[in-house]
């Protein structure tokens, strides 16, 4: 299965990414990476170790600057002029992969910290708790189950209640494109599908990129898969296409 | 701050000012304001109203010295608001105060006038021994005290605005941080110590005459300077209060324990650093301005990078991280000092090396969490309970919390 390279979609894309390739001391850690998120499109990435998916969301989140390649976000932000606070200002929001919550403010503070606008030091200075950002919260708090724990330190949730608390953390900056590295990392099963139902809950308004190892979950996200190898796009379609692809089961699936 | 709020519950909605609503959930900060307002009323009325003799009477001697106490708590303060909120590492926090002393200074050079032992009205003494003939351009404007008072400010500031410019846009955080900080603080011992400066050189500026038109030797001056000391660590406290209980604070602490996070959910980290750190320079240069006319002499020596090592001490033995932790371990260490360098001197600084090991070994939240650990240690039954397993739990996460590159451990030396 070989795939066209979009150069030029006719569709309106979220994200958009031609040709990016980045090479740390010479081991090329994205090689020509190519693909494209529609709005509203909730997108599985799946591969090996290696295979540059973290690089990937560093390159889209301006973490690194890609050696060559275009990223456009909302067909008109060329996100590699960016650094992490613009793009994340833009409406891009990143999970990380181990939960990074501020562990030694309360769940209710890493929240209000999140939420949207209000990032320039005199604003943060002068910032007051309107009802408007109390709300927002409240709506939050209840999707992420975590009202309880509202007013504990976040170091003291557990880890499948911190991965929450960042995924909320996400919604609060209510960005358009959300970009969520193993979020079923040391979940339960129970968590695990609690999850996948949040996900395409948000997938309605929101754009998803999910990068995970564990299938249950991709299969219980029931959306497009993109498999990369080595720096680039190996595959793409839905699960059941990629899982007979006798590539993707020669690099990855089979082992 | 009346009577009948303080006596209410903290999580009633608060009346009342600005003042009211920052002290009220700060119990610790309430009783240290009230110290500290106290403090700087009874002491200069001890000295100035009894006699001498009178067991009331508190000598001109023990006033400067609690005056310079007051001084270094508020160079405390300034170092734990950028330490202990932000994890900035500052070990050349010397160099601020020392530049708001020799803001200060210079004004008191310029009020000598022709009282000097060369008696050049222009001069001072040490630029005609130098041969000079006319004043740098640099000393203009200090024979006016507003002038001299907004470089207190202005000279900390800057410095702090150009250095952390160039080190937080380029993400320079933990112990290269704390490095080139002591760097920038010797580089400045050793300019300063050329007389070509006109700083004075090795000597530095001394024998100040009067302040304002007050005779420095003066009892009354002396209180009145103790006083400004009092109310300026006061009002440093309230400032730096306000700033960690705001959003911005939290924005700090977020910056802190994990400044990726900070970043991509927005923030730019680089602003808040430099503004948290130019806000600390100044407080810094205000307790330096306050400390040179009451010990009478700034010289080089302050720039030594031993004396921002010092000032770490003073935060972490304190408590990093509460602000009045910090006031509590200036004076303390301080005192301490005064005690041991008089009675065996040559000890000192074993011991205050000594006092810093066992404050990281066993009191990593300084004097002011001694009480919640005994608590912890005896009240919870078998030995480390479960809220200090969490404690440490939290500790190890956040030393490996970044999987994206930026590890922000070593904000705790």
């Not at chain 1, 910032?127 to 408007?132: C, G, Q």
């Not at chain 2, 006016?144 to 605005?161: D, S, T």
């Given at each position: 299965?070989?795939?066209?390279?979009?150069?030029?979609?006719?569709?309106?894309?979220?994200?958009?990414?031609?040709?990016v390739?980045?090479?740390?001391?010479?081991?090329?850690a994205?090689?020509?990476?190519?693909?494209?998120?529609?709005?509203?499109?909730?997108?599985?990435?799946?591969g090996?170790?290696?295979?540059?998916?973290?690089?990937?969301?560093?390159?889209?989140?301006?973490?690194?600057?890609?050696?060559?390649?275009?990223?456009?976000?909302?067909?008109?932000?060329?996100?590699?002029?960016?650094?992490?606070?613009?793009?994340?200002?833009?409406?891009?929001?990143?999970?990380?992969?181990?939960?990074?919550?501020?562990?030694?403010?309360?769940?209710?503070?890493?929240?209000?910290?999140?939420?949207?606008?209000?990032?320039?030091?005199?604003?943060?200075?002068?910032?007051?708790?309107?009802?408007?950002?109390?709300?927002?919260?409240?709506?939050?708090?209840g999707?992420?189950?975590?009202?309880?724990?509202?007013?504990?330190?976040?170091?003291?949730?557990?880890?499948?209640?911190?991965q929450?608390?960042?995924?909320?953390m996400?919604?609060?900056?209510?960005?358009?494109?959300?970009l969520?590295d193993?979020?079923?990392?040391?979940?339960?099963?129970?968590?695990?599908?609690?999850?996948?139902?949040?996900?395409?809950?948000?997938?309605?308004?929101?754009?998803?990129?999910?990068?995970?190892h564990d299938?249950?979950?991709?299969?219980?996200?029931?959306?497009?898969?993109?498999?990369l190898?080595?720096?680039?796009?190996?595959?793409?379609?839905?699960?059941?296409?990629?899982?007979?692809?006798?590539?993707?089961?020669?690099?990855?699936?089979?082992? | 701050?009346?009577?009948?709020?303080?006596?209410?519950?903290?999580?009633?909605?608060?009346?009342?000012?600005?003042?009211?609503?920052?002290?009220?959930a700060?119990?610790?900060?309430?009783?240290?304001?009230?110290?500290?307002?106290?403090?700087?009323v009874?002491?200069?009325?001890?000295?100035?109203?009894?006699?001498?003799?009178?067991?009331?009477?508190?000598?001109?001697?023990?006033?400067?010295?609690?005056?310079?106490?007051?001084?270094?708590?508020?160079?405390?303060?300034?170092?734990?608001?950028?330490?202990?909120?932000?994890?900035?590492?500052?070990?050349?926090?010397?160099?601020?105060?020392?530049?708001?002393?020799?803001?200060?200074?210079m004004?008191?050079?310029?009020?000598?006038?022709?009282?000097?032992?060369?008696a050049?009205?222009?001069?001072?003494?040490?630029?005609?021994f130098?041969?000079?003939?006319?004043?740098?351009?640099?000393?203009?404007?200090?024979?006016?005290?507003w002038?001299?008072?907004?470089?207190?400010?202005?000279?900390?500031?800057?410095?702090?605005?150009?250095?952390?410019?160039?080190?937080?846009?380029?993400?320079?955080?933990?112990?290269?941080?704390?490095?080139?900080?002591?760097?920038?603080t010797?580089?400045?011992?050793?300019?300063?110590?050329?007389?070509?400066?006109?700083?004075?050189?090795?000597?530095?500026?001394?024998?100040?005459?009067?302040?304002?038109?007050?005779?420095?030797?003066?009892?009354?001056?002396?209180?009145?300077?103790?006083?400004a000391?009092?109310?300026?660590?006061?009002?440093?406290?309230?400032?730096?209060?306000?700033i960690?209980?705001?959003?911005?604070?939290r924005?700090?602490?977020?910056?802190?324990?994990?400044?990726?996070?900070?970043?991509?959910?927005?923030y730019?980290?680089?602003?808040?650093?430099?503004?948290?750190?130019?806000?600390?320079?100044?407080?810094?240069?205000?307790?330096?301005?306050?400390?040179?006319?009451q010990?009478?002499?700034?010289?080089?020596?302050?720039?030594?990078?031993?004396?921002?090592?010092e000032?770490?001490?003073?935060?972490?033995?304190?408590?990093?991280?509460?602000?009045?932790?910090?006031?509590?371990?200036?004076?303390?260490?301080?005192?301490?000092?005064?005690?041991f360098?008089?009675?065996?001197?040559?000890?000192?600084?074993?011991?205050?090396?000594?006092?810093?090991?066992?404050?990281?070994?066993?009191?990593?939240?300084?004097?002011?969490?001694?009480?919640?650990?005994?608590?912890?240690?005896?009240?919870?039954?078998?030995?480390?309970?479960?809220?200090?397993?969490?404690?440490?739990?939290?500790?190890?996460?956040?030393?490996?919390?970044?999987?994206?590159?930026?590890?922000?451990?070593?904000?705790?030396?």
């Amino acid at each position: 299965m070989s795939l066209a390279k979009p150069k030029h979609i006719e569709q309106p894309t979220v994200l958009y990414m031609d040709g990016v390739s980045v090479s740390f001391d010479g081991f090329k850690a994205l090689n020509s990476l190519s693909l494209f998120i529609e709005p509203g499109e909730m997108r599985a990435i799946i591969g090996p170790n290696g295979a540059g998916k973290t690089t990937m969301m560093d390159v889209i989140t301006g973490k690194t600057r890609p050696d060559t390649g275009t990223i456009l976000f909302n067909d008109e932000f060329d996100l590699t002029r960016y650094d992490e606070a613009q793009v994340a200002n833009m409406g891009v929001g990143r999970k990380f992969q181990k939960p990074s919550v501020i562990e030694s403010l309360t769940v209710f503070e890493n929240l209000e910290m999140s939420l949207k606008g209000g990032r320039s030091v005199w604003a943060a200075l002068t910032h007051k708790l309107t009802a408007e950002k109390r709300d927002k919260i409240d709506e939050i708090i209840g999707m992420i189950d975590l009202k309880e724990r509202l007013h504990e330190e976040a170091g003291s949730l557990s880890h499948g209640q911190k991965q929450w608390l960042e995924i909320g953390m996400l919604l609060g900056q209510e960005p358009e494109l959300l970009l969520i590295d193993e979020p079923a990392a040391g979940m339960t099963d129970e968590e695990t599908m609690k999850t996948a139902e949040l996900f395409k809950q948000l997938a309605k308004k929101h754009s998803l990129m999910v990068v995970e190892h564990d299938m249950d979950f991709i299969e219980a996200l029931d959306c497009r898969v993109t498999v990369l190898n080595e720096g680039s796009v190996l595959a793409e379609g839905s699960l059941q296409n990629v899982k007979n692809n006798q590539h993707v089961i020669d690099v990855y699936l089979g082992r | 701050m009346t009577q009948d709020t303080l006596t209410k519950g903290v999580s009633l909605p608060v009346r009342g000012g600005p003042l009211t609503r920052l002290l009220m959930a700060d119990a610790a900060g309430r009783r240290l304001v009230m110290a500290l307002m106290a403090l700087s009323v009874v002491v200069p009325f001890c000295n100035l109203v009894f006699p001498e003799g009178s067991i009331f009477h508190v000598s001109t001697y023990t006033m400067t010295l609690l005056g310079k106490y007051l001084c270094y708590a508020l160079l405390a303060v300034a170092v734990d608001l950028i330490w202990g909120y932000c994890g900035i590492l500052s070990l050349g926090h010397g160099a601020f105060f020392a530049l708001g002393g020799y803001a200060m200074g210079m004004y008191l050079m310029r009020q000598i006038g022709d009282r000097g032992v060369y008696a050049n009205p222009e001069l001072p003494d040490f630029m005609v021994f130098l041969n000079w003939t006319e004043l740098p351009w640099y000393w203009m404007g200090f024979d006016q005290f507003w002038f001299a008072m907004v470089m207190v400010l202005a000279a900390p500031g800057i410095l702090a605005f150009v250095f952390g410019a160039l080190a937080f846009r380029s993400r320079v955080t933990g112990v290269y941080l704390s490095i080139i900080t002591q760097a920038l603080t010797y580089a400045l011992l050793l300019a300063f110590f050329r007389n070509d400066m006109g700083f004075g050189g090795n000597n530095g500026l001394t024998d100040f005459k009067d302040i304002l038109g007050f005779d420095l030797q003066q009892d009354s001056t002396r209180a009145a300077l103790f006083f400004a000391s009092g109310i300026a660590l006061i009002l440093g406290y309230l400032i730096s209060r306000w700033i960690v209980t705001s959003k911005l604070g939290r924005v700090l602490v977020a910056i802190r324990d994990s400044e990726a996070r900070a970043r991509f959910l927005g923030y730019r980290v680089e602003w808040y650093q430099l503004f948290v750190f130019v806000v600390s320079a100044m407080l810094a240069g205000v307790a330096g301005a306050l400390y040179v006319p009451q010990v009478g002499i700034i010289n080089p020596g302050e720039f030594a990078p031993i004396n921002s090592i010092e000032i770490i001490i003073w935060v972490a033995v304190g408590g990093r991280g509460s602000l009045y932790g910090a006031v509590i371990g200036a004076v303390l260490v301080n005192y301490a000092k005064t005690y041991f360098t008089g009675a065996f001197a040559e000890l000192w600084l074993f011991m205050l090396g000594g006092l810093f090991v066992l404050t990281t070994l066993y009191l990593p939240k300084g004097v002011v969490g001694l009480w919640a650990q005994m608590k912890e240690k005896f009240v919870t039954p078998g030995g480390p309970g479960s809220s200090s397993d969490s404690i440490s739990q939290n500790q190890d996460k956040r030393q490996d919390d970044n999987d994206t590159g930026t590890n922000k451990a070593e904000g705790s030396v």
